[in-house]
């Protein structure tokens, strides 16, 4: 991979780091408290939800990380050696952590009593998200893990060969 399409890569991956800190810091928040504003038994639910979408974005944070790390290992040509397995399992954490905040968001939204404006149809957009998306991180998570085991075959297979040749 050339080390200017691996720059590129980094470099939006280092600016999506940066947009989900002004997100974490700026955004979210203020959008919290606008609704609160807009319909004020929010309020009693603001604090989970801000919470949830400020931990699930640091775990987007640091799976962007991870894959900057594997590019930068495709841009040296050392990813079929045993440091890109730290960058993999890294990303397999940072996957399953996401996939634990949606999961407890899903139980969150399941159990507790949660105001709605109107008919309800938003709480059961937020239920049906988390469970779609606690599935999707899973399924993330275990095609990340499969990866995994076929880089680590494949550099036990290169230090084979290396010994050989």
Same mark, same amino acid.
């Given at each position: ?7 590129? !890569? ?7 780091? #940066? ?40 775990? #987007?944070?640091? !799976?962007?990380?991870? #894959?900057?790390?594997? !590019? ?69 998570? #275990? ?23």
């Amino acid at each position: 991979m050339s080390r200017a399409v691996v720059f590129f !890569l980094q470099a939006l991956l280092a600016f999506a780091v #940066l947009g989900g800190l002004f997100a974490q810091v700026a955004v979210i928040p203020a959008t919290a408290a606008n609704e609160v504003g807009l319909f004020p038994p929010y309020e009693s639910v603001r604090v989970p939800f801000v919470v949830s979408a400020i931990v699930f974005v640091a775990c #987007l944070q640091v !799976l962007a990380v991870a #894959l900057g790390g594997m !590019l930068h290992r495709a841009g040296e040509g050392t990813v079929f050696e045993s440091g890109a397995l730290v960058w993999t399992n890294i990303a397999i954490g940072a996957i399953a952590a996401g996939a634990v905040v949606l999961a407890w968001l899903f139980v969150y939204v399941t159990f507790a009593e949660i105001p709605s404006p109107a008919d309800g149809m938003d709480v059961l957009g937020l239920w049906a998200g988390s469970a779609v998306g606690t599935i999707a991180a899973i399924g993330v998570a #275990l095609l990340v893990v499969v990866g995994r085991q076929w880089l680590g075959r494949a550099i036990a297979q290169r230090a084979e060969l290396e010994q050989v040749v």
